[in-house]
């Protein structure tokens, strides 16, 4: 018999990674409400909770896909054990360093887990175990390691954001893999391969450009990339009556990224940048983890030796119905504060959108664990 999926397996990485998500979303609460004139009892800097989030539990998310999750689709194989020690042990490194203020302990950390990757991505480069060959995904995710690695030690070289230069590593891996996955919910194989490459070059375009200060331009590229997102991707002609929900948020996904691109194309002061920002981290890349990861790890049991099937109540996801709409009203009411200036919508914002996200990985992980119970 071969090898099958094991979920005890991804807890390693998950672990700090989970951790960076507390403390960097408790953070990222007590910034917004900083701004309402409301205390609150965890206090971090702006530079603490980008290391947190991006380089922390964004990390360790796209390391668990890369490193189990994909790994096992393409090659029959989770990655060793070694390679899952040693990535999990940066992690706990970057961690240890952002919540000490050792920031070149982070930046270090965070430049060798890019390292590891890149360097068992080489397994996404080999015919897999069913004999496909590489598709434009796979090298879409290689390019996604050098485009992250390269703008960000740029950035610490040429003083541009290092905010944004590693906010281009979540962003486009996703993008990447979804560039995969997005065939799970509309059951065809994107068809244009090369509109999506187009779509991926706009967008580590747009990253380059906004690091170093080019912003109007950067919004363009963005809300470009995001229509060539769409016509790539098949969400606007093909439509599954039965992963309708799924559509929902995809679609949200893109209306979220198109509407970072264009906050940045008007030229937006600091708030409303932020609200790009956010769109991009939360509303892109949760709506698309939310539309995708719920189908996808269906597909995962039918490698075990028994399938998880979790009956929706009365025919409607219930739980992902209320983490949908607690991430999208609570990025509404960042957007709402921006524009307002109203107290009560900094400090609801921060809290739904964190319910929405944990309330998640609760569920996938429960599930994933029921698959190795």
Same mark, same amino acid.
């Given at each position: 018999?071969?090898?099958?999926?094991?979920?005890?397996?991804?807890?390693?990485?998950?672990?700090?990674?989970?951790i960076s998500l507390v403390l960097?979303?408790?953070?990222?609460?007590?910034?917004?409400?900083?701004?309402?004139?409301?205390?609150?009892?965890?206090?971090?800097?702006?530079?603490?909770?980008? !290391?947190?989030?991006?380089?922390?539990?964004?990390?360790?998310?796209?390391?668990?896909?890369?490193?189990?999750?994909?790994?096992?689709?393409?090659?029959?194989?989770?990655?060793?054990?070694?390679t899952l020690a040693l990535y999990?042990?940066?992690?706990?490194?970057?961690?240890?360093?952002?919540?000490?203020?050792?920031?070149?302990?982070?930046?270090?950390?965070? =430049?060798?887990?890019? =390292? $590891?990757?890149?360097?068992?991505?080489?397994?996404?480069?080999?015919?897999?175990?069913?004999? #496909?060959?590489?598709?434009?995904?796979?090298?879409?995710?290689?390019?996604? =390691?050098?485009?992250?690695?390269? =703008?960000?030690? /740029?950035?610490?070289?040429?003083?541009?954001?290092?905010?944004?230069?590693?906010? +281009?590593?979540?962003?486009?891996? +996703?993008?990447?893999?979804?560039?995969?996955?997005?065939?799970?919910?509309?059951?065809?194989? %994107?068809?244009?391969?090369?509109?999506?490459?187009?779509?991926?070059?706009?967008?580590?375009?747009?990253?380059?450009?906004?690091? #170093?200060?080019?912003?109007?331009?950067?919004?363009?590229?963005?809300?470009?990339?995001?229509?060539?997102?769409?016509?790539?991707?098949?969400?606007?002609? !093909?439509?599954?009556?039965?992963?309708?929900?799924?559509?929902?948020?995809?679609?949200?996904?893109?209306?979220?990224?198109?509407?970072?691109?264009?906050?940045?194309?008007?030229?937006?002061?600091?708030?409303?940048?932020?609200?790009? /920002?956010?769109?991009?981290?939360?509303?892109? +890349? #949760?709506?698309?983890? #939310?539309?995708?990861?719920?189908?996808? +790890?269906?597909?995962?049991?039918?490698?075990?030796?028994?399938?998880?099937?979790?009956? %929706?109540?009365?025919?409607?996801?219930?739980?992902?119905? $209320?983490?949908?709409?607690?991430?999208?009203?609570?990025?509404?009411?960042?957007?709402? !504060?921006?524009?307002?200036?109203?107290?009560?919508?900094?400090?609801?914002?921060?809290?739904? $959108?964190?319910?929405?996200?944990?309330?998640?990985?609760?569920?996938?992980?429960?599930?994933?664990?029921?698959?190795?119970?």
């Amino acid at each position: 018999m071969g090898e099958v999926f094991t979920p005890r397996r991804v807890i390693p990485v998950m672990a700090p990674g989970l951790i960076s998500l507390v403390l960097g979303g408790l953070g990222g609460i007590g910034i917004m409400w900083s701004w309402a004139g409301t205390s609150f009892p965890i206090k971090l800097e702006v530079t603490q909770h980008f !290391y947190l989030m991006i380089a922390g539990f964004f990390a360790a998310l796209i390391g668990n896909e890369l490193l189990n999750v994909l790994s096992m689709e393409w090659s029959g194989r989770q990655a060793g054990g070694i390679t899952l020690a040693l990535y999990a042990a940066l992690l706990w490194a970057l961690l240890a360093g952002t919540v000490a203020g050792a920031a070149w302990l982070s930046s270090a950390a965070y =430049l060798a887990m890019l =390292l $590891v990757l890149i360097t068992y991505s080489r397994t996404y480069l080999k015919p897999s175990k069913m004999g #496909f060959r590489p598709s434009a995904y796979n090298y879409l995710i290689v390019a996604s =390691l050098a485009a992250s690695i390269a =703008l960000y030690i /740029t950035a610490w070289i040429g003083g541009g954001d290092l905010g944004v230069a590693m906010l +281009i590593f979540p962003v486009s891996m +996703i993008y990447a893999v979804m560039a995969r996955d997005i065939a799970l919910v509309t059951g065809r194989r %994107p068809a244009r391969e090369r509109l999506g490459v187009l779509a991926f070059l706009l967008l580590v375009a747009s990253f380059a450009m906004w690091t #170093f200060g080019i912003v109007e331009a950067a919004g363009a590229l963005l809300a470009a990339s995001g229509t060539a997102s769409i016509l790539f991707s098949g969400v606007a002609q !093909y439509a599954r009556t039965e992963k309708l929900f799924s559509y929902v948020k995809i679609w949200s996904a893109y209306l979220w990224l198109m509407a970072a691109g264009l906050i940045l194309f008007l030229g937006a002061p600091t708030l409303w940048r932020d609200v790009a /920002t956010h769109a991009l981290a939360l509303g892109f +890349i #949760f709506n698309i983890v #939310f539309g995708v990861d719920v189908i996808l +790890i269906d597909m995962i049991a039918t490698q075990m030796q028994k399938r998880i099937v979790v009956k %929706p109540r009365r025919g409607v996801p219930i739980l992902e119905v $209320v983490t949908f709409l607690l991430l999208n009203v609570g990025m509404l009411a960042r957007a709402g !504060y921006a524009y307002a200036y109203t107290p009560s919508l900094a400090v609801v914002s921060g809290p739904l $959108v964190g319910i929405a996200i944990v309330a998640f990985l609760l569920y996938t992980q429960r599930r994933l664990m029921q698959l190795s119970a």
